[in-house]
Nanobody, 124 residues
């Protein structure tokens, strides 16, 4: 059973930046596709960004394009989400997820493992 641990959330002012990190508590995940999702209060969980196993392909939700960057360091067994120009509407719990897939994955039901989430709060 793979457990994912997110870190890096917190409180930031609008226009600021945060970098989230996600690492498995067990085994390597170099052959997994990875993704970030978020869920704001009263809303459904939504896709933010995804990266394939090698890091050679990435994809973003329209709300994240141009502001967020997903990356992975397979040597460090960690995936990152760099978030810049944060807005109050980015406030949510951010979840890391891993899919047993060599291709990029966006649909949440295709992910096999999920982290517990990290809170990101952007103040206006």
């Amino acid at each position: 059973q793979v457990q994912l641990v997110e870190s890096g959330g917190g409180l930031v002012q609008a226009g600021g930046s945060l970098t989230l990190a996600c690492a498995p508590s067990q085994r390597t995940f170099n052959d997994y596709a990875m993704g970030w999702f978020r869920q704001a209060p009263g809303k459904e969980r939504e896709f933010v960004s995804a990266i394939n196993w090698s890091g050679g392909r990435t994809t973003y939700a329209d709300s994240a394009k141009g502001r967020f960057t997903i990356s992975r360091d397979n040597a460090k067994n960690t995936v990152y989400l760099q978030m810049n120009s944060l807005k109050p509407e980015d406030t949510a719990v951010y979840y890391c997820a891993a899919a047993i897939s060599l291709r990029i994955v966006e649909a949440p039901h295709e992910y096999n493992y999920w982290g517990q989430g990290t809170q990101v709060t952007v103040s206006s």
